[in-house]
């Protein structure tokens, strides 16, 4: 069962220029990451720690963010099993 932060990682704002906010993104290692798909983009969350697992969201783009029952089910296996499902269509 994961936890979610209360806090959201923080990135430059996209108002002050999409190109900070892309790189700072860019720089999150991508094995720390948790994207899943969401409306027309991706909820995106930074792995905190692995055990127990804790999430802290990240603002990229348009921000989606999944239900917190949703985040509360979370299973690090379910993280890795979307990661192969992903990387299969790579």
Not at 9 to 14: F, G, K
Not at 38 to 45: E, K
Request: glycine fraction near 4%; hydrophobic fraction near 40%; charge should be negative.
């Amino acid at each position: 069962m994961a936890k979610l932060l209360d806090t959201e990682y923080p990135l430059p704002s996209y108002l002050d220029g999409w190109d900070a906010h892309d790189e700072a993104f860019e720089a999150i290692p991508a094995d720390r990451i948790f994207s899943y798909p969401h409306a027309d983009g991706y909820a995106n969350y930074y792995i905190v720690s692995e055990k127990p697992l804790i999430l802290q969201h990240i603002p990229y783009g348009d921000a989606w963010q999944l239900p917190y029952a949703h985040i509360r089910g979370l299973r690090l296996s379910d993280i890795n099993l979307h990661r192969q499902m992903t990387n299969l269509f790579k």
